[in-house]
């Protein structure tokens, strides 16, 4: 009996054994399969985004009509709303672009070899005539009043000299005239007096006139011994009203400003300068001026004053030119151009269209090869009329693209895709 016990017991014991076995080996059969599953969809995964690297890296969506919109898919212009078109990359040197001969044509591409020349014989500056500030005068008041009559009251009036001004009353100043008079009649009907009336009446007499009565006025005051409640002022210059502050009826203290006359028979002519051109000014040459709403017309002059110091933001300075007016014709605030002549600059020089700038970096487009063209950062120096110095990054006997230089910018944006300046260096 317990033979057979234990028997039956090593007979459970196998059978479980066998099961857990076969547990095993199925769970790692299982385990394997799993991990060949799993590498199997990595591997599709790696080649799909292989593939659609190699997609992107090839070709892009762009807008025919605005190419600096670039995409990795398809859909529309955020500008103007048109699909998109796929474009695709060129496998050209960096900062490079191959054109076709059609192309070439169309686009209007000319290139010449860059020589060593002479530039900066002629200077153009851009100007604006202003009022000769030497012949501007400022009427104001002498003392405090109120202004009874305003006999001049637009901006533009011409004035002669003598013309009445204004008529002020002024409790001091009729005092003044008052004690003026006082004077006179003391010194007719006391004249062999202990007192000096002739001092009293020539010290009253002062204060009148530098209270703004003219010479004339006090001589009459003295002759007719009236004095009116109204002082009128008259004008001692000549010229045209350019600021009138004050109204009638206002209330002006002393020195306060009742006008400012201009005198436009010579006026001056203001022209800006950058620092880089500075060196190109002959200061002590003849500048003759031209003004576009006068065409046919010049006018010759010298530079009188050249500012000594450059403004910080614009890197501008200033120079000035007085020419005359004698017929009227000019008026502040027109637009002119000056020509002087400079000195002359053995250097390399491009025409002004050839060069691209953006007020950062200036680059120009060198021919490297049948039909390719590849860009060249450059420094500029100063420009004559339509030259453009090159004072490094181009070298003499390089063959330059003169005319085109934006058509190709534009196509090399389209083509690669991006932006041509990004990330240049000298």
């Not at 799993?38 to 799909?48: D, H, R």
């Not at 006999?151 to 003044?176: C, M, P, W």
Request: hydrophobic share 40%; with cysteine; charged share 25%.
């Amino acid at each position: 009996m317990n033979f057979l016990k234990k028997k039956n017991k090593k007979m459970r014991y196998s059978k479980y054994n066998i099961t857990i076995k076969l547990g095993r080996e199925k769970f790692n059969m299982n385990f394997q399969i799993c991990l060949l599953l799993f590498a199997y969809c990595l591997l599709v995964f790696s080649c799909n985004s292989e593939n659609d690297t190699a997609i992107n890296k090839n070709e892009y969506y762009t807008c025919s009509m605005h190419p600096q919109i670039m995409q990795d898919k398809p859909g529309l212009c955020p500008i103007c709303h048109m699909d998109l078109i796929v474009v695709k990359r060129t496998n050209t040197a960096p900062n490079e672009i191959i054109l076709n001969d059609e192309q070439i044509r169309l686009g209007n591409i000319q290139t010449d070899t860059i020589r060593n020349g002479t530039i900066g014989d002629k200077v153009v500056l851009t100007a604006t005539l202003n009022a000769d500030e030497s012949k501007v005068n400022s009427v104001n008041a002498r003392i405090m009043g109120r202004i009874d009559r305003l006999y001049f009251k637009n901006i533009g009036d011409y004035v002669t000299k003598g013309a009445q001004l204004y008529d002020l009353y002024s409790e001091e100043l009729n005092n003044a005239k008052q004690e003026y008079i006082a004077a006179l009649e003391k010194l007719q009907t006391l004249d062999n007096s202990i007192i000096d009336f002739n001092r009293l009446v020539q010290s009253a007499k002062r204060k009148l006139l530098l209270w703004g009565m003219s010479e004339a006025q006090v001589n009459e005051l003295g002759k007719t011994k009236k004095s009116s409640p109204l002082t009128p002022f008259y004008s001692d210059a000549s010229g045209y009203i350019t600021e009138l502050p004050v109204l009638e009826g206002q209330y002006v203290s002393e020195g306060m400003m009742i006008l400012k006359l201009a005198d436009l028979s010579s006026l001056w002519v203001e022209a800006q300068v950058y620092s880089s051109q500075l060196s190109a000014v002959n200061l002590q040459g003849t500048a003759i001026v031209n003004i576009p709403a006068l065409p046919g017309k010049e006018w010759k002059g010298k530079i009188e004053f050249a500012n000594p110091e450059i403004v910080q933001d614009s890197r501008l300075n200033l120079v000035r030119i007085t020419i005359p007016n004698l017929n009227g014709i000019l008026k502040p605030g027109m637009p002119a151009y000056v020509s002087i002549k400079g000195k002359e600059i053995k250097s390399l020089s491009l025409p002004v269209d050839a060069v691209l700038r953006d007020g950062k970096m200036n680059i120009v487009w060198v021919r490297s090869g049948e039909n390719s063209f590849k860009m060249k950062m450059v420094e500029i120096g100063i420009e004559s009329g339509d030259r453009l110095e090159i004072t490094s990054g181009l070298q003499n006997g390089e063959v330059v693209v003169m005319s085109g230089a934006y058509l190709l910018y534009s196509e090399y944006v389209f083509k690669k895709g991006n932006d041509p300046m990004a990330g240049m260096k000298m």
